[in-house]
């Protein structure tokens, strides 16, 4: 089957995929952050862990708010956007 032809992943993140270059892009993004803005390593990847339970998560990206979860998982100042919030 093609990479075109395949089914959204779900419960996947781009650090779950084999290529790399995205995932890339997002880390060195999460790497530039300001520390004081991010949460630390622990609650971070419990926030992965809600993430990839949750039934919203395709393809890297959540779909309740377009956000790579990757991304808004690192975020002190954000929040679960389902209803109720997960985390």
Known sequence: MSASARP???KCLL???EDRRAYATIRDYIDS???ASKVDDA???A???QCRACEHLRNALC???GCYVEVRCVKKRLS???V???W
Do not use: V
């Open 15 to 17: 650090s779950d995929e």
């Open 8 to 10: 959204p992943c779900r």
């Open 47 to 49: 926030r992965l862990m």
């Open 43 to 45: 609650l971070y990847q």
């Open 84 to 86: 109720p919030a997960r």
């Open 80 to 82: 679960c956007p389902d």
């Open 63 to 65: 779909l309740k708010c």
């Open 33 to 35: 952050l300001d520390p």
